[in-house]
């Protein structure tokens, strides 16, 4: 029976690693047929070079994969009349001559002057050095290849001068994916395993399975948002917040950093290139203007190019100074004009200028009269916060791959929102009960705001959470002063980051951390529990000063460098541009006309708007039913407090959330009025949980008697 285990055991773990492997390393599923063509009509007449004539004999040529998963070619035939018979055969092979693919085109449905896709039937491996032979067979007419200028090469052609291109599958799962899809196969590896050891080993193999499910379950709808289609604002949510941190990322890849002496030191900036303004999720997004005028940047009329204009382009793009393009040629400026926020850059040539040749505009390079390189590019420092989520994600994604370096930080942001939610639903289970663990997961999970949150670079959710994860841990072990000390560490760390990271909803985050030690030493004063409660007095006491320490030591760092150097003139600076800004205090003299609203506004008005919900609480419970989840529980702790006489323990843990989510709508009220698209989420730090568990409670406890009733009879 030993033996059986071990070999089932082993036998699991191999299929295990071979799927991971398959999805990962191999790379086996792959789709589609995408190829960039290049559009013909942007090949100047000058730049066709002829004809390679196959009646002759075979035309041979050089090319190099630089992908995986190249499955084939795009040919472009001249000289081919409609419904041709013959066969054109295109034979690939290997360095050493020896065949690797061999396929054969019916020439009849080839058309003239058309780009045709002509399928591999084998894979070809990324930078080996292949040849590609053309024969013609059997043709009433002979066809030709047309040669074109080494501009319109593509990467992959070695040698030879044909107009080509290479065709390549797409992996069918992103790399994010196949991280998410691997812990869901360890996953189940660990479940099935699980029953070739005994019992002890059995709970313990179980018990992580099921908390890296939780997290994979979590990180899945954070990075994707499948479980709720009415969530439509999750694909560009707060991108502009994001771009501060992937602006720093793109900046540093273009050679550029802070210009002024007073923007050193901060870790998220605003970029600006050649597109304009870098406010979107993805720089891609941005483009170059395309439009009857202009195709990706070029002028189809004269010898001009469209760029975005920020302080860079504009001292770059002078008269007198050059552009140089991708393909070495460069050209004078002639004139430079704006027109509806961009620059209209006019070059020294008389021929129209085509990315097709020349290249993307995010190649191109400015130089002076003297030909010396300049920045086209620029990156103005976010003095707000400090930023050490810039920082953090600045440093790793130099070691990330450059296409995919974004989607990577926020599955790692992902990841870390997860565990940290994963680690509250597992302490809740274990201080109060699975039920209440059970609401609060599913609010994690399903939460249309916690999910839109989640990913978001700059607003690092994780760590808004962490200290009520760290405040639930000593509430849960409070009676152990080793615990209660490794708290306190742990909640300064917890705040000095999360004010590093930005200082939004900060009253909110402390009174999360504390909340839970606040119930409890409410229920020891009502239990009349002296010992306990004096405990808990001193530990709520403890948390306090150490979150406001955690707090204030942030502020003195961020007001070193926004003072340079001199922390008082840096704490004046922050409070008067930043806090009065965002509370009651402001100076309406001193403050943009648009922002006058929410200064006037008083704090009932800015909570009000608060109870009136734009989207679903939770998928299936709509947004006009919010102030019913509010008033329910009431109802229900009425009720119980006439039969039993005493406050729920609920009922306490309800008026903590409440009072800590209302603090950030009152104490920064000019920014909750402000900022209505954002600050529901407010509502998640336990308050909505608490909601949904007195109600689910209360409905399972009537069902719980109707049904002993029952029985009973």
Request: with cysteine; aromatic share 14%.
């Given at each position: 029976?030993e033996i059986?285990?071990?070999?089932?055991?082993l036998?699991?773990?191999?299929?295990m690693?071979?799927a991971?492997?398959?999805i990962?390393?191999v790379?086996?599923?792959?789709?589609g047929?995408?190829c960039d063509?290049?559009?013909?009509?942007?090949?100047?007449g000058?730049?066709?070079l002829?004809?390679?004539?196959?009646s002759g004999?075979?035309?041979?040529?050089t090319?190099?994969?630089?992908?995986?998963?190249m499955?084939?070619f795009e040919i472009?035939?001249?000289?081919q009349?409609?419904?041709?018979i013959g066969?054109?055969c295109l034979?690939?092979?290997d360095a050493?001559?020896d065949t690797?693919?061999r396929?054969r085109?019916?020439l009849?449905?080839?058309?003239?002057a058309?780009?045709?896709?002509v399928?591999?039937?084998?894979?070809?491996?990324?930078?080996?050095?292949y040849?590609l032979?053309f024969?013609?067979e059997?043709c009433?007419v002979?066809p030709g290849l047309?040669?074109v200028?080494?501009?319109?090469?593509?990467?992959?052609?070695?040698s030879?001068?044909?107009l080509?291109s290479?065709?390549?599958a797409?992996s069918?799962?992103?790399?994010?994916e196949?991280?998410l899809?691997?812990?869901f196969?360890i996953?189940?590896?660990m479940?099935?395993g699980?029953?070739?050891?005994g019992?002890a080993?059995?709970k313990?193999?179980?018990s992580v399975?099921?908390?890296?499910?939780?997290?994979?379950?979590?990180s899945?709808?954070?990075m994707?948002?499948s479980m709720?289609v009415?969530?439509?604002?999750?694909?560009?949510f707060?991108a502009?917040?994001?771009t501060?941190?992937s602006?720093?990322?793109?900046a540093?890849?273009?050679g550029?950093s802070?210009v002024?002496?007073?923007?050193?030191?901060y870790?998220?900036g605003?970029?600006y290139?050649?597109?304009?303004k870098?406010d979107t999720y993805d720089?891609?997004d941005?483009g170059?203007t395309?439009d009857?005028e202009?195709v990706?940047?070029?002028?189809r009329?004269e010898?001009?190019?469209?760029?975005?204009?920020?302080a860079a382009s504009y001292?770059a793009?002078v008269?007198?100074?050059?552009?140089?393009f991708e393909?070495?040629?460069?050209?004078?400026?002639?004139?430079?004009?704006e027109?509806g926020?961009?620059?209209?850059?006019?070059?020294?040539?008389?021929q129209?200028l085509?990315?097709?040749?020349?290249?993307?505009?995010?190649?191109i390079?400015?130089?002076?009269a003297g030909?010396?390189?300049?920045?086209s590019c620029r990156i103005e420092?976010y003095?707000?916060q400090?930023?050490?989520?810039?920082r953090?994600?600045?440093?790793?994604?130099?070691?990330?791959?450059?296409e995919?370096?974004i989607d990577?930080l926020?599955?790692?942001?992902?990841?870390?929102?997860?565990?940290?939610?994963?680690?509250?639903?597992?302490?809740?289970a274990?201080?109060?009960?699975?039920?209440?663990?059970?609401?609060?997961f599913?609010?994690?999970?399903l939460s249309?705001?916690i999910?839109?949150?989640a990913?978001n670079?700059?607003?690092?959710?994780f760590?808004?959470?962490?200290p009520?994860?760290?405040?639930?841990f000593?509430?849960w072990?409070?009676?152990?002063r080793?615990?209660?000390?490794?708290?306190y560490?742990?909640?300064?760390?917890?705040?000095f980051g999360?004010c590093?990271?930005g200082y939004?909803?900060?009253?909110t985050?402390m009174?999360?951390?504390?909340?839970?030690l606040?119930a409890d030493l409410?229920c020891?004063?009502?239990?009349?529990?002296?010992?306990r409660?004096k405990?808990l007095?001193r530990t709520?006491i403890?948390?306090g000063c150490v979150?406001?320490a955690?707090?204030?030591?942030?502020v003195?760092?961020?007001?070193?460098?926004?003072?340079?150097g001199?922390i008082a003139?840096?704490?004046?600076?922050?409070?008067e541009?930043d806090?009065?800004?965002r509370?009651?205090g402001g100076?309406l003299n001193v403050?943009e006309q648009s922002?006058?609203p929410?200064l006037?506004a008083s704090?009932?008005e800015?909570?009000?708007r608060?109870?009136?919900?734009?989207t679903?609480?939770?998928?299936?419970i709509?947004?006009?039913?919010f102030?019913?989840?509010v008033?329910?529980p009431?109802?229900?702790?009425?009720?119980?407090?006439?039969?039993?006489?005493?406050?729920p323990?609920s009922?306490?843990?309800?008026a903590?959330?409440f009072?800590?989510?209302?603090s950030?709508?009152?104490?920064a009220?000019?920014?909750?009025?402000?900022?209505?698209?954002?600050?529901?989420v407010?509502w998640?730090?336990?308050?909505v949980?608490?909601?949904l568990y007195?109600?689910?409670?209360k409905?399972a406890?009537?069902?719980?008697?109707?049904?002993?009733?029952?029985r009973?009879?």
């Amino acid at each position: 029976m030993e033996i059986r285990r071990k070999i089932g055991l082993l036998a699991g773990t191999l299929i295990m690693v071979m799927a991971i492997v398959v999805i990962g390393p191999v790379d086996a599923f792959t789709h589609g047929f995408y190829c960039d063509e290049i559009d013909c009509g942007q090949i100047a007449g000058q730049d066709y070079l002829g004809t390679a004539d196959l009646s002759g004999g075979a035309y041979e040529m050089t090319f190099s994969p630089q992908r995986p998963h190249m499955n084939g070619f795009e040919i472009y035939l001249t000289g081919q009349p409609d419904h041709n018979i013959g066969t054109l055969c295109l034979t690939v092979l290997d360095a050493r001559g020896d065949t690797v693919d061999r396929m054969r085109v019916d020439l009849n449905g080839v058309r003239e002057a058309k780009w045709y896709k002509v399928y591999l039937n084998t894979g070809l491996n990324r930078g080996e050095l292949y040849t590609l032979r053309f024969e013609a067979e059997n043709c009433i007419v002979v066809p030709g290849l047309q040669r074109v200028a080494a501009d319109y090469l593509p990467d992959e052609t070695v040698s030879g001068d044909i107009l080509l291109s290479y065709a390549y599958a797409q992996s069918v799962f992103t790399f994010q994916e196949k991280i998410l899809l691997s812990m869901f196969l360890i996953v189940i590896w660990m479940f099935a395993g699980a029953a070739f050891f005994g019992a002890a080993r059995r709970k313990v193999l179980r018990s992580v399975a099921a908390v890296i499910f939780m997290i994979s379950v979590l990180s899945w709808n954070y990075m994707y948002n499948s479980m709720d289609v009415q969530n439509t604002a999750f694909d560009g949510f707060q991108a502009d917040s994001e771009t501060l941190v992937s602006g720093m990322i793109y900046a540093e890849r273009a050679g550029v950093s802070f210009v002024g002496e007073d923007e050193q030191g901060y870790g998220l900036g605003v970029f600006y290139d050649l597109r304009g303004k870098f406010d979107t999720y993805d720089l891609e997004d941005i483009g170059y203007t395309t439009d009857e005028e202009w195709v990706e940047g070029y002028s189809r009329t004269e010898p001009a190019l469209i760029v975005g204009s920020n302080a860079a382009s504009y001292s770059a793009a002078v008269e007198g100074n050059y552009v140089e393009f991708e393909n070495g040629e460069r050209f004078q400026i002639t004139g430079v004009q704006e027109s509806g926020g961009k620059l209209i850059v006019h070059l020294d040539t008389e021929q129209i200028l085509t990315p097709a040749k020349y290249g993307s505009l995010g190649e191109i390079r400015f130089c002076d009269a003297g030909l010396r390189p300049l920045d086209s590019c620029r990156i103005e420092a976010y003095k707000s916060q400090y930023g050490l989520q810039g920082r953090v994600f600045r440093k790793l994604a130099r070691g990330l791959d450059e296409e995919q370096a974004i989607d990577d930080l926020r599955l790692l942001c992902s990841l870390a929102a997860a565990a940290v939610f994963v680690l509250i639903t597992l302490l809740v289970a274990a201080r109060y009960n699975r039920l209440m663990a059970g609401c609060f997961f599913v609010t994690f999970w399903l939460s249309p705001w916690i999910v839109n949150f989640a990913r978001n670079l700059y607003w690092v959710e994780f760590t808004w959470f962490l200290p009520m994860a760290i405040g639930l841990f000593c509430a849960w072990r409070v009676h152990d002063r080793k615990c209660r000390l490794f708290s306190y560490v742990l909640l300064f760390c917890a705040i000095f980051g999360k004010c590093l990271c930005g200082y939004e909803y900060i009253t909110t985050i402390m009174l999360g951390g504390v909340a839970f030690l606040l119930a409890d030493l409410f229920c020891a004063c009502a239990g009349k529990d002296s010992h306990r409660g004096k405990l808990l007095f001193r530990t709520v006491i403890v948390f306090g000063c150490v979150s406001l320490a955690g707090f204030f030591a942030a502020v003195c760092v961020h007001a070193l460098i926004r003072g340079e150097g001199s922390i008082a003139a840096g704490v004046r600076s922050i409070f008067e541009q930043d806090v009065l800004r965002r509370t009651a205090g402001g100076d309406l003299n001193v403050i943009e006309q648009s922002l006058w609203p929410t200064l006037n506004a008083s704090v009932w008005e800015t909570v009000c708007r608060y109870f009136r919900f734009g989207t679903e609480v939770l998928p299936g419970i709509a947004g006009n039913l919010f102030p019913l989840l509010v008033l329910t529980p009431l109802c229900i702790f009425c009720h119980e407090f006439r039969a039993k006489r005493h406050i729920p323990e609920s009922a306490v843990l309800y008026a903590v959330f409440f009072v800590a989510s209302l603090s950030w709508f009152c104490l920064a009220k000019a920014h909750s009025y402000e900022h209505t698209h954002l600050n529901y989420v407010l509502w998640y730090f336990g308050y909505v949980q608490i909601c949904l568990y007195t109600i689910v409670d209360k409905a399972a406890g009537v069902i719980m008697r109707n049904e002993s009733g029952r029985r009973a009879g």
